[in-house]
């Protein structure tokens, strides 16, 4: 369609369903948006929603020399995905707690067990007070080690380990 300028007009229906499309589309961007707002907003808070837990170390106290760790082996898979947390208080501000876990893939598809293996190792400095959590998977076996880079004097440090799922 030509106006009087002799230039084309678009027609009233094309505007229409144009305008349409684009609100729809802001809508759902919008949806979209806010869907993973919830997501993100709700795995925050998530961990507090985990309401069981086993105590596998409960306020055992270490009298570690200079430079020296100690270390537990959980050989037993958990059994739920979750978290555990270390609590640490030390003598000494030079503490860490490195934290090692293993999972195997179960069977699937015909592929055998233990054909897939996702390692974790994360070693974090913790200073004389603090609590730390790490996610753990299902079907895993966990180490914690918690030691001292005191080279001088060694370190009193009493330990807590909680498995949440």
Same mark, same amino acid.
């Given at each position: 369609m030509e106006g009087p300028s002799g230039k084309?007009?678009?027609g009233r229906n094309l505007v229409i369903t144009l305008g349409i499309v684009c609100i729809v589309l802001v809508v759902?961007?919008?949806?979209?948006?806010?869907?993973?707002?919830?997501?993100?907003?709700g795995s925050e808070d998530a961990a507090s929603k985990l309401d069981r837990s086993v105590v596998w170390i409960d306020?055992? $106290?270490?009298?570690?020399?200079?430079? /020296?760790?100690?270390a537990w082996e959980f050989g037993v898979?958990?059994?739920y995905a979750g978290y555990f947390?270390?609590?640490v208080q030390s003598s000494t501000d030079r $503490?860490?707690?490195?934290?090692?876990? /293993?999972?195997?893939?179960?069977?699937f598809d015909g592929v055998p067990y233990g054909t897939h293996q996702i390692s974790y190792s994360n070693l974090?400095?913790?200073?004389t007070s603090s609590t730390i959590n790490f996610a753990i998977l299902p079907g895993s076996n966990a180490a914690v080690e918690v030691g001292n880079n005191n080279t001088d004097t060694g370190a009193t440090v009493t330990v807590t380990i909680t498995y949440h799922y």
């Open positions: 084309k007009i678009v759902g961007l919008f949806g979209v948006i806010f869907g993973f707002e919830r997501q993100i907003g306020h055992q $106290t270490l009298n570690e020399t200079a430079g /020296s760790s100690y898979p958990v059994n947390s270390v609590d $503490t860490y707690v490195w934290v090692l876990w /293993s999972f195997k893939s179960p069977p974090t400095y913790v200073g």
